[in-house]
């Protein structure tokens, strides 16, 4: 990865508007501001490779922020799988149930699916993405 990015934030040019918006690279997790690896490593560190010393350190605010969201409800994702009308999702939903957390929902897809840890956070939200904007994984 680069070790710096250069956004481009858009502002509405319509008079008093005042909106603005970023377009992130798709490697970015949204909202989180670090690269989808990095999130899996403090949210699923058994499953991932030791950490290069030179990588920055996460707060503690951020890593307990991260590890809620994972342990929270995947309820609107289960439901959004179930919905999908994809062979390969519905089993997903239905082995895990309505009552599955965030971290079940991606043990389950990655288990199912073939994907690679340092992946897993990402081909899940990659996958929300897809099926409906505006949910998100983390």
């Known amino acids: 990865m680069p070790p710096a990015l250069l956004l481009v934030q858009f502002r509405c040019a ?9 377009i992130l690279p798709k490697f ?11 999130v899996e490593r403090v949210v699923k ?12 350190p996460v707060p503690a605010r951020t890593r307990r922020r991260w590890w ?15 919905a999908s009308g994809g062979q390969a999702l519905e ?26 840890p340092g992946a897993r956070l990402a081909a899940v939200a990659a996958l929300t993405h897809r099926l409906e904007r505006g949910i998100r994984l983390m």
Do not use: K
Request: with cysteine; net charge positive; charged share 20%.
């Open 91 to 116: 089993p997903i939903a239905a082995r895990i149930g309505l009552d599955a957390t965030r971290a079940e929902l991606v043990a389950a897809h990655a288990e199912l699916a073939g994907v690679a």
């Open 68 to 82: 809620s969201r994972i342990a929270a409800a995947a309820r609107v994702l289960v439901m959004l799988l179930a």
């Open 28 to 38: 970015l997790a949204r909202q989180l501001w670090r690269a989808w690896p990095t």
């Open 14 to 22: 319509g008079p008093g508007c005042g909106a603005t918006w970023r």
């Open 45 to 56: 560190p058994d499953d991932m490779a030791p950490v290069p010393r030179d990588t920055p």
